[in-house]
């Protein structure tokens, strides 16, 4: 299988990695042609910075970049009847509708951080596509990098972005918020990260209920009321938020 790759981020990056001794990368494109030429060594693919370029060659031109530039792509890509595939978590299937005849959508749903590459074989795959034939090459693309591939909709593929923004963007500035804390009293942030392993690690034999702790979880308003004394700004909304939240659903 021939696979073009509009992108050179941290999705794209991860992509390359975990495909590129399952089938023939024939491009990577990136606004930025040095960023372009790096990934492409690791596939021994072209490297182009103007989408006018892609080769007509390719099965499958999977668009890894940001949700606000698909559509453009789309538009500035010709339609030479590869199945054109996106990675977004909240971006419809019908942005495609009436650009392209072959489409669908390969969305990992995992964190890609600049510099990190992700295992993909242990990355959750949701697919959709347009139709029987495009789902049926959508999923052979997912599964050359995970076992876990599931179809689902636009609609409940928005409900696992949602989701995943708050168990990791969410999380994340929770951990920000605590680092700032800690640094504020001169404390190491990396005495939190044994607390932080053990919390995630409950998630294997605990459901996320099960396994709430806290001042707010035993409704010791004393604790709280004595934090929140402590906090101001946008420090203290989020603790008293979060802890009323903790609270309503114990």
């Not at 495909?19 to 990136?30: A, G, M, N, P």
């Not at 969410?170 to 680092?179: E, S, V």
């Not at 946008?234 to 114990?250: A, E, F, T, V």
Request: hydrophobic content about 40%; charged content about 25%; proline content about 4%.
């Amino acid at each position: 299988m021939k696979i073009a790759i509009i992108g050179a981020g941290g999705v794209a990056t991860s992509m390359v990695h975990a495909l590129r001794d399952k089938c023939e990368i024939t491009q990577i494109f990136s606004r930025e042609l040095a960023k372009a030429r790096r990934l492409a060594t690791v596939a021994g693919a072209e490297p182009i910075d103007r989408l006018e370029l892609l080769r007509p060659d390719a099965e499958v031109v999977i668009i890894a970049v940001k949700d606000d530039a698909i559509a453009s792509v789309i538009d500035r890509c010709r339609d030479g009847g590869a199945l054109c595939l996106h990675t977004s978590g909240s971006t419809p299937i019908d942005v495609f509708a009436g650009r392209r005849r072959r489409y669908g959508v390969l969305y990992p749903m995992q964190s890609f951080s600049p510099g990190l590459i992700v295992d993909m074989s242990e990355t959750h795959f949701f697919v959709e596509a347009s139709d029987t034939d495009a789902l049926r090459m959508t999923e052979h693309v997912a599964r050359l990098m995970s076992a876990h591939v599931t179809q689902c909709d636009s609609r409940r593929r928005e409900s696992l972005h949602i989701a995943a923004v708050f168990a990791c963007n969410f999380a994340n500035h929770m951990w920000t918020l605590a680092d700032e804390v800690m640094t504020d009293s001169h404390l190491p942030f990396e005495a939190l990260l044994p607390l932080i392993r053990s919390t995630v690690a409950k998630l294997d034999t605990l459901a996320p209920r099960q396994s709430q702790t806290g001042p707010a979880a035993r409704h010791d308003l004393t604790i709280v009321d004595r934090h929140l004394s402590r906090l101001d700004g946008h420090k203290h909304d989020i603790y008293n938020l979060l802890s009323q939240s903790i609270m309503n659903n114990g």
